[in-house]
Nanobody, 124 residues
Framework: QVQLVESGGGLVQAGGSLRLSCAASGRTSSNYYMGWFRQAPGKEREFVAAITGSGGSTYYGDSVKGRFTISRDNAKNTVYLQMNNLNPEDTAVYSC?????????????????WGQGAQVTVSS
């Protein structure tokens, strides 16, 4: 079992930045792919970013590419999501997820473990 806990969410003004952290515990593995998803009220869950176990490759959803950066520190069992140039459309609950062997990094159903989610609110 793997437990994931997000932190770093909160309220920020448009144009600002936040960094989310996802701390993993339990039967963690550096081989896990890690992903970030978000869901805003009235919208479907959206793929944000993913990173391979080694951290050598990253992937981003079109809506955040160029603004967000995913990274991981396996020694700390932590994954990060640096969010820059935030706008109100980024307001959502952001969830961290882990997958042993995801068939698709952009599909939530491919992930095995999920955090509780962190609220990010961007004011205009």
């Amino acid at each position: 079992q793997v437990q994931l806990v997000e932190s770093g969410g909160g309220l920020v003004q448009a144009g600002g930045s936040l960094r989310l952290s996802c701390a993993a515990s339990g039967r963690t593995s550096s081989n896990y792919y890690m992903g970030w998803f978000r869901q805003a009220p009235g919208k479907e869950r959206e793929f944000v970013a993913a990173i391979t176990g080694s951290g050598g490759s990253t992937y981003y959803g079109d809506s955040v590419k160029g603004r967000f950066t995913i990274s991981r520190d396996n020694a700390k069992n932590t994954v990060y999501l640096q969010m820059n140039n935030l706008n109100p459309e980024d307001t959502a609950v952001y969830s961290c997820a882990a997958a042993a062997r995801p068939y698709s990094l952009a599909m939530a159903s491919a992930y095995d473990y999920w955090g509780q989610g962190a609220q990010v609110t961007v004011s205009s």
